[in-house]
C-alpha cells in the first residue's frame, strides 16, 4: 500500500504504491519507545526515554536514531530525547503520552493532509487511516498542527514547535485563494471557540443559536468538497445540542452522520463506532439526554419525503417559509 522513499524538501515519507480509497487503514502500530512525561519534566523524559532505547536490540536502536531530531544535543542521553520530542505522536487514554512508531513517524506533515492519526484504545495502537482518496504515487501525510487556522498561524506554529516552514498546496495558494481559505479557518476557529466557551449550559442556552453555529461550521467544512476531519468535529456538537433539548429525532440523523464519519477516520474497530451505534438505536443513553425539553421529539418524526436541502433546513432548524410549508403539508397528509 505505501513505500518510505525520498521526498523531495522533506527527506524520507511514505509513498502510496496504490490507490488508497477514503476510509481505508493505511497503518496500525504499536510505539517501540513511549512516556507520559514528553509534556512535562524534561530530565525525567531524558531519563525515561534513554532507559527504554539502551534496552533496544542494535537494528532498532538505528532505525529509532535514523528519526530526524530538531534540538540541539551534547551525548546520548539528550539525543535520544530530542528524537522522541520531534517525533513523538499523542497515545493513551486522553492522548496525555506520547509515543515513537517505526513507520508512523515517518509520515510528513501536511497542512491539507490527505491521512489522519488516531489512537485506538480497543486495540492499544496508533492507527492512520485515508481522509481523501489517494492516488498511486502521492506522498501521504498528516496534520502536525495543535488547531487548523489561517496560513500566518500555521507557518508559525510549525517553525516554533518543528522549524520548518510548510509548503503544502494549502500555504502555496495564491494570494486570493489564501486570503479566502484563511477567512474560511478563521470563521470555524471562532465558532470553535463559542461553542466551547458555552459549555454544557450553552447547549441548552441559547440552543438555536449554538447548533446555527455549527451549521454554518458544516457548510464551510463541505466547501468545495467535504473535509472529514473537519466534520468528524462538528457533527458530534450537533448531536449533544439536539439530544440535550430532548430532540430524538434530529440525534438520531446527527448520531449517524458521526458514526459514518468516525468509521472513516478511525475503523469499525475503534471506541466511538459502538458508542455511535448504540446512540442510532437509542440517541437517549447519552447523559446530556432531559437536560432541557423544549425541542423534544419522537424518532418517529424524522421526515421522509422532504428533499435534500429541505431536509436540511428541517436538521438544523432553519426557519424558512418553503421547510414549514412542506412540513405541514407532510402532516396533514399522515393524518
Same mark, same amino acid.
Given at each position: 500500500m505505501y513505500t518510505v522513499g525520498d521526498v523531495?524538501?522533506? $527527506?524520507?515519507g511514505l509513498i502510496a504504491t496504490k490507490d488508497i480509497p477514503l476510509g481505508a487503514r493505511i497503518i496500525s502500530e504499536k510505539p517501540f519507545i513511549t512516556s507520559g512525561l514528553y509534556v512535562?519534566? +524534561?530530565?525525567? +523524559? @531524558?531519563?525515561?526515554? %534513554?532507559?527504554?532505547?539502551?534496552? *533496544?536490540? &542494535?537494528?532498532q536502536q538505528q532505525a529509532f536514531l535514523s528519526l530526524h531530531n530538531i534540538y540541539p544535543y551534547t551525548g546520548s542521553a539528550a539525543r535520544y530525547r530530542g528524537i522522541f520530542r520531534t517525533n513523538a505522536l499523542p497515545t493513551g487514554p486522553s492522548l496525555q503520552s506520547g509515543g515513537v512508531f517505526l513507520t508512523a513517524c515517518r509520515i510528513n506533515h501536511a497542512c491539507d493532509n490527505n491521512a489522519q492519526n488516531y489512537w485506538n484504545d480497543n !486495540?492499544?495502537?496508533?492507527?492512520?487511516? /485515508?481522509? =481523501?482518496?489517494?492516488?498511486?504515487?502521492?506522498?501521504?501525510?498528516?496534520? %502536525? !498542527?495543535?488547531?487548523?487556522?489561517?496560513?500566518?498561524?500555521?507557518?508559525?506554529?510549525? #517553525?516554533?514547535?518543528? =522549524?520548518?516552514?510548510?509548503?503544502? /498546496?494549502?500555504?502555496? !495558494? /495564491?494570494?486570493d485563494q489564501s486570503r479566502e481559505s484563511d477567512s474560511k479557518l478563521n470563521r470555524v476557529h471562532i465558532l470553535?471557540?463559542?461553542?466551547?466557551? $458555552?459549555?454544557?449550559?450553552? +447547549?441548552?442556552?441559547?440552543?438555536? #443559536?449554538? *447548533?446555527? %453555529?455549527?451549521?454554518?461550521q458544516v457548510q464551510l467544512w463541505n466547501e468545495p468538497t467535504p473535509d472529514i476531519i473537519g466534520l468528524v468535529r462538528a %457533527?458530534?456538537?450537533?448531536f449533544e445540542i439536539a439530544i440535550a433539548n430532548g430532540d430524538l429525532a434530529r440525534a438520531r440523523v446527527f448520531a449517524e452522520r458521526c458514526l459514518s464519519l468516525y468509521?472513516?477516520?478511525?475503523?469499525?474497530?475503534?471506541?466511538?463506532?459502538p458508542q455511535y451505534s448504540e446512540l442510532v438505536q437509542d440517541p437517549k443513553r447519552h447523559r446530556y439526554y432531559g437536560l432541557s425539553m423544549n425541542w423534544k421529539t419522537t424518532l418517529d418524526e424524522v421526515p421522509r419525503r422532504l428533499g435534500t436541502e429541505?431536509?436540511?433546513?428541517? !436538521?438544523? =432548524?432553519? =426557519?424558512? &417559509?418553503?421547510? @414549514?410549508?412542506?412540513?405541514?403539508? *407532510?402532516?396533514?397528509?399522515?393524518?
Open positions: 523531495p524538501g522533506k $527527506g524520507r512535562a519534566n +524534561l530530565e525525567q +523524559l @531524558q531519563i525515561h526515554v %534513554y532507559q527504554q532505547v539502551s534496552s *533496544l536490540s &542494535e537494528s !486495540l492499544d495502537q496508533l492507527t492512520i487511516h /485515508a481522509v =481523501k482518496d489517494i492516488p498511486k504515487g502521492e506522498e501521504i501525510t498528516i496534520s %502536525y !498542527l495543535s488547531s487548523r487556522r489561517d496560513r500566518r498561524w500555521r507557518q508559525e506554529e510549525l #517553525r516554533k514547535n518543528f =522549524k520548518f516552514t510548510c509548503s503544502c /498546496a494549502l500555504c502555496s !495558494l /495564491a494570494l470553535d471557540c463559542i461553542i466551547e466557551q $458555552g459549555g454544557v449550559q450553552g +447547549l441548552v442556552s441559547p440552543a438555536q #443559536r449554538m *447548533l446555527s %453555529y455549527v451549521d454554518e %457533527y458530534p456538537d450537533a468509521r472513516i477516520t478511525g475503523g469499525d474497530d475503534s471506541p466511538e463506532v429541505d431536509f436540511e433546513d428541517w !436538521l438544523w =432548524k432553519r =426557519k424558512t &417559509e418553503s421547510t @414549514q410549508g412542506q412540513l405541514a403539508g *407532510l402532516r396533514d397528509r399522515e393524518t
